[in-house]
């Protein structure tokens, strides 16, 4: 899941997730220790939202009151767009 989280940039971009597209944001804190991910369906009312914490013991992913099953489905699935930008 942390690579997925890697493969967005820091900042703003747009990717595809179930033939929509979501523009996401990703936001660093803790010298990378921690990721802080928001993603809106472009055009509709979807989102996804969710902090990452990396620890010594491997990694945490704590959804932002939606399910976990949710989240992962997309951080799986997702898949960069080239228009973005």
Partial sequence: MHERLLLLKQ???VVLY???KYGTTRTDFNNGKSIK???EELGGTDFISLNYYRLDSG???KPCEMPEE???DFLRNYQMVEDSL
Avoid: E, I, T
């Fill in 11 to 13: 900042g703003y971009q």
């Fill in 18 to 20: 179930r033939n929509k």
């Fill in 37 to 39: 991910l928001y993603a």
């Fill in 59 to 61: 990694g945490v992913c």
């Fill in 70 to 72: 949710k989240v992962l």
